[in-house]
Antibody, heavy 120, light 107 residues
């Protein structure tokens, strides 16, 4: 059974840092591109970042570029999102998701999400 | 970035109704269009990929169509478990972008 489990969400002050791990099981992490998507309270889904299968290529939304870093440890079956210089507007549930690429590209499995609250 | 615009933003329907949600891309995305739905407090769930392909395990009352810039999601007969928020998403390029969502509520 495919599973993605995020953790690390917390209440943090503006300017603080947080690292979110996403532990995966039931599939070979090294075969897939992985993404982070976030959802502010009561709002829609917003793409945050993606990393290719071996970690050699990453991409970020303009709103987090230079502050967030996506990485992966395929041997540990874990995806990460390092979040620095956090802002109030980064408050959201953060989801990790697997992108399947065969006929098209789509997010076929999602974690349950972890809540990050940035507030003083 | 490719902008995705859904309509309507919300709708009220009854069980058994046919529901149609539309999604428009700001440029052509071929058929790189996916649909998800999300219930409160839960993660999104994939319904349709590549504009018209039904994800495994998803009921056949869900269907998708379109290509280029204009797409539709149709629920042929709305069921109680279908009341949720629906999102389209393009995978033509990065950044992947979502529509703003369509909330389907009970009339």
């Amino acid at each position: 059974e495919v599973q993605l489990v995020e953790s690390g969400g917390a209440l943090v002050q503006p300017g603080g840092s947080l690292r979110l791990p996403c532990a995966v099981s039931g599939f070979t992490l090294s075969s897939y591109w992985m993404h982070w998507v976030r959802q502010a309270p009561g709002k829609g889904l917003v793409w945050v970042s993606r990393i290719n299968s071996d970690g050699s290529s990453t991409s970020y939304a303009d709103s987090v570029k230079g502050r967030f870093t996506i990485s992966r440890d395929n041997a540990k079956n874990t995806l990460y999102l390092q979040m620095n210089s956090l802002r109030v507007e980064d408050t959201a549930v953060y989801y990790c998701t697997r992108e399947y690429g065969s006929y098209g590209y789509y997010f076929d499995y999602w974690g349950q999400g972890t809540l990050v609250t940035v507030s003083s | 970035d490719i902008q995705m615009t859904q309509s309507p933003s919300s709708l009220s329907s009854s069980v058994g109704d046919r529901v149609i949600i539309t999604c428009r891309a700001s440029q052509s995305i071929s058929n790189y269009l996916n649909w998800y739905h999300q219930k409160p407090g839960k993660a999104p769930k994939l319904l349709i990929y590549a504009a018209s392909s039904l994800q495994s395990g998803v009921p056949s009352r869900f269907s998708g169509s379109g290509s280029g810039t204009d797409f539709t999601l149709t629920i042929s007969s709305l069921q109680p478990e279908d009341f949720a928020t629906y999102y389209c998403q393009q995978s033509y390029n990065t950044p992947r972008t979502f529509g703003q969502g369509t909330k389907v509520e009970i009339k």
